[in-house]
């Protein structure tokens, strides 16, 4: 008995379905295939979008990454990425010019957000002396003629928002915002 109750159900499911030339007919949804494939389009251009930020280096390492500040002036010279990678290595490159010379010393001030957030590994050349006080480093390099260039290595250790300071005595400060991305 248990085996005519299953011939039974499967019958009657059988005939339910529409059949055409013997061929059994699926049934079709226009409506919901259309925006399927609006969602498809949609999805390839965030993909696609995504790329080319990525290539101009909207997280790191492009175009859109580096940056420039320059004192007015003439003392800072400073290019560095606004846009970083955490745990990888970048170099905050500054070059001083003749009002930042005094008796082939040049003074740099370099706050302590530089050390801290943004992982500050050497700087090059090494300085003749460092000066700890008022919120960050002040260093004394040997220099003979103007530009002097001084480079900071940098590795930032966690993701985030981080302002910096660079100034040189006597000069106005300049300040900027490095984002650090995982």
Known sequence: M???????RTAAVEESIEKVNEEVAVGEDLGFQRGWWRFERATWVFFCLLLVADLAGAFG???LANATLKSGDG????????IERSDTPSMLKIKLGSPALHAGIAT???SQSVV???GAERIIP???????GHGGLTYQFAATAPPASVEIALRPGSPG????????PGSDTLRARVAVVP
């Open 161 to 168: 928002l981080f302002g910096f300071a660079l100034g040189v």
């Open 75 to 82: 003392t800072l010279d400073v290019s560095y990425e606004r």
């Open 61 to 63: 390492r492009g175009p």
């Open 2 to 8: 248990m085996r005519l109750a299953s011939v039974s």
């Open 108 to 110: 740099l001030y370099v």
């Open 116 to 118: 801290d957030a943004l």
């Open 126 to 132: 090494q300085p003749l002396s460092t000066t700890i």
